[in-house]
């Protein structure tokens, strides 16, 4: 123990001071926590309470925020544009060169898509004229299909057209023969 010897008015006083333990990171660290666990438990009613009441509200008022913003930017927008009115002729200028520009590209990829579609019709046709200069007789012209299974004039919805169709008996207030 520190002992320190103060004079005051002629008397002597004593002052003992404690030795401070030095409390160590890990102390602090677990006292911190408890005080939260301690003050969680206390008042653990009120966050859960408010925690549901967010729960129910953020929904409810999330898109009137959202309007609410952009309400906000579009009345900056005009406000700018009232201070300067050569904003709005740049921005519009700049729409319409990107919007030549996406036209242009678009316009470059349906050219190279056409090309495309018409070399691929070439081709086929090219197929189909070596297929029938060989001499090919009988054979279909599309060798790569295969013949279809079904009758040509099957139709799912229409019945098989045999007498092999199910159909239900007539109802009748006699069921079971007790009428006559």
């Known amino acids: 123990m520190d002992r320190k010897y103060v004079k005051m008015d002629n008397m002597e006083e004593e002052i003992i001071y404690a030795d ?3 409390v160590t990171y890990f102390q602090s660290i677990t006292d911190y926590i408890w005080n939260i666990l301690g003050f969680v438990q206390n008042n653990g009613w009120y966050f859960l309470a408010f925690i549901i009441l967010l729960a129910y509200l953020v929904p409810k008022l999330w898109p009137h925020y959202l309007k609410w913003l952009e309400q906000r930017a579009v009345a900056a927008y005009d406000a700018d544009i009232k201070k300067n009115p ?12 990107a919007r030549a520009k996406f036209q242009e590209e678009y316009e470059k990829k349906a050219k190279i898509a056409l090309e495309k579609q018409k070399e691929k019709e070439k081709k086929i046709l090219e197929e189909k004229r070596a297929l029938l200069n060989n001499g090919t007789g009988g054979q ?3 060798s790569s299909e295969k013949p279809k299974k079904s009758k040509p004039d099957y139709n799912p919805l229409m019945g098989s057209g045999s007498g092999s169709n199910y159909r239900p008996p007539r109802r009748s207030a006699c069921s079971g023969g007790g009428c006559g």
Do not use: A, P, Y
């Open 86 to 97: 050569d904003l709005f002729k740049q921005k519009q200028e700049e729409l319409q060169k």
């Open 140 to 142: 279909s012209i599309n």
């Open 20 to 22: 401070e333990e030095e």
